[in-house]
């Protein structure tokens, strides 16, 4: 039994919408200010950013339609490279790129539901850690569930949450254009000095600007996780991948005008809670308060599409027994690979009673960023090896759009190094210690063929 292909262009750009918008967004703005002393320069590092999610999707656009199959970059390694990348971006995948942030994003959705409920209250059912990790625990069995009876269902579902998600996004550029003091606009050319009085313009700092803006970015390339249940893959992915990528684009540099032109640089520099101070200053106390509502409402579509997309890379995976066979079934009466889903999500849970799925998610960010790096160079490489090879989409002003994807990664992966070395190697070293279990899961596979 294969999934089918019953999901359309629509469903599809609302997936990447729903998994890059999240947290970041609304929390790293602030950050990037306050290295960069400068609110022109943090509004071209998201330009930037934009950048090179659109070139990253024109990529991918060629490399789905070639290989039109779930799995995302599993698939395009296990092709260009062979199995073991492949299976390391699994690896990855399995305990970091999907099962920490569905945790961590659960948790936060919760954190801002008790915010909401309970105002500025220091107590409360929902302030209370414990309360906090049930309610998240019963937000991602909703999904699960959710996910396993059918995909049209979920999908559906999912669409409903984006386009909500969509829709108070727009609501605060509106509102937040509509009311800000545009007479004081010289606060997006002002230069504010750093927090220790001075301006730091070095590479490395703005690599580390540039590096927070990308986790923002990061989710450009859901669809491709899907594409085996996209219709028309050939023509539909590329008009997934970029309308996706340019929509949130857009979203994304109108949200950071009004933020930046909310407030006085001094006031947002180095401040996580951006959105909330801004929504505060242009909309009131009260505003405020349902601005947390909101904030729920856009990770509840985040939590959802994690888990939607998430286990077709280990469904994949285990297709080609780089996992266990189970992982491929799908159930007899929906359709989904449940129990791919069902191990996702209890990995999830698992990471929210330990507490630790902020922790890994911030020491795995730099592994997430490898694989599609490897992906892209792998798509030069195949017009080399096979310049035959049939490809109904092909990258606009090639080889160009490939090098300025692979060059800003690389610049950022450096930044990553420099300023966050500990979590770097540690991140490094969890993709180097999946190569002993890939040869040792091949050595179990060979073994079971051997003995029948």
Known sequence: MELKRQLGVFTGILIIVADMIGTGIFMNTGAI?????????????????????????????????????????????????????????????????????????????????????????????????????????????????????????????????????????????????????????????????????????????????????????????????????IKSPERNLPRILLGGTLITLVLYLLLNVVFLISSPGREIMGKEAIGAIATQNLFGETASAYFSLGIAVVLLSAVSVQTMIGPRVYYAMAKDNMMFKSLSRLHPRYETPWIAILIQSALAIFFVIAGTATTLGYYMGFALNIFPVLAVIGLMYMRFKEPGLARPFRVPLYPLTPIIYILLIVTMMAAALVNWTTTSLFAIGIVVAGIPVFYLWRWVVERKKANG
Not at 68 to 74: A, C, H, S, T
Not at 76 to 84: A, H, Q, S
Not at 161 to 179: E, H, N, P, Q, R
């Open 33 to 229: 200010l306050g290295i960069t002393g400068n609110a022109m320069i943090v509004l071209g590092l998201w330009v930037l950013g934009g950048i090179a999610a659109i070139a990253g999707s024109l990529c991918y656009a060629e490399l789905a339609t070639m290989w039109p199959d779930v799995g995302g970059e599993y698939t395009y390694l296990k092709k260009t490279f062979g199995f073991l990348p492949a299976f390391l971006t699994g690896w990855v995948s399995l305990f970091a790129g999907f099962s920490a942030p569905v945790a961590a994003t659960a948790l936060l959705l919760v954190q801002y539901l008790g915010k909401f409920v309970h105002g500025s209250a220091e107590t409360g059912m929902l302030l209370t850690p414990w309360n906090q990790k049930i309610a998240a625990i019963a937000i991602i069995l909703f999904f699960t569930a959710l996910h396993i009876v059918g995909v049209k269902r979920g999908s559906f579902f999912q669409n409903f949450l984006t386009v909500l998600k969509i829709a108070l996004v727009v609501s605060i550029i509106a509102f937040g254009l509509g009311m800000a003091e545009w007479d004081r606009a010289d606060r997006l050319i002002a230069e504010y000095p750093a927090k220790d009085g001075s301006m730091t313009f070095s590479l490395p700092m703005m690599g580390l600007g540039f590096l927070l803006v990308m986790f923002a970015f990061s989710g450009w390339n859901g669809a491709t996780y899907i594409a085996g249940e």
